[in-house]
């Protein structure tokens, strides 16, 4: 009897891909930058659609994509939204993301308001 030896994973490859969520999430981020004036390198498939949403309508997204109900009024139906993961990531990097750009493309004032000169 001849015993082989194999050399690969035992397997196939494994590939990983986005799910649905993920895919969204993406979608949403870019939009939301997009819509503030930021530049996207290769926005996500659908963020220029989704680039139209009002904040409401973005919430009421993130309840479609965890699954949860959208129904209601609209103050209960956002509180909601913000207890998913989607919508507080969603606001919290696109803030994080504007707030890096302002902080890049504004000129240093210290010098004016302290009399130090920069250091250099």
């Given at each position: 009897?001849?015993?082989?030896?194999?050399?690969?994973?035992?397997?196939?490859?494994?590939?990983?891909?986005n799910d649905a969520g993920e895919n969204f999430r993406a979608r949403a981020l870019d939009s939301l930058l997009l819509r503030g004036g930021l530049e996207v390198?290769?926005?996500?498939p659908g963020a220029r659609e989704l680039?139209?949403?009002?904040?409401?309508?973005?919430?009421?997204?993130?309840?479609r994509s965890a699954g949860r109900s959208v129904g209601?009024?609209?103050?209960?139906?956002?509180?909601?939204?913000l207890t998913t993961t989607d919508l507080p990531i969603l606001l919290t990097d696109a803030s994080r993301r504007?707030?890096?750009?302002?902080?890049q493309e504004a000129n240093e004032t210290w010098p004016l308001w302290t009399g130090v000169p920069p250091a250099r």
């Open positions: 009897m001849v015993k082989t030896h194999r050399t690969g994973p035992p397997y196939g490859a494994v590939r990983v891909v390198d290769k926005p996500a680039r139209g949403y009002s904040l409401r309508e973005l919430a009421r997204e993130c309840l209601g009024d609209v103050r209960d139906m956002v509180g909601r939204a504007f707030l890096l750009e302002g902080f």
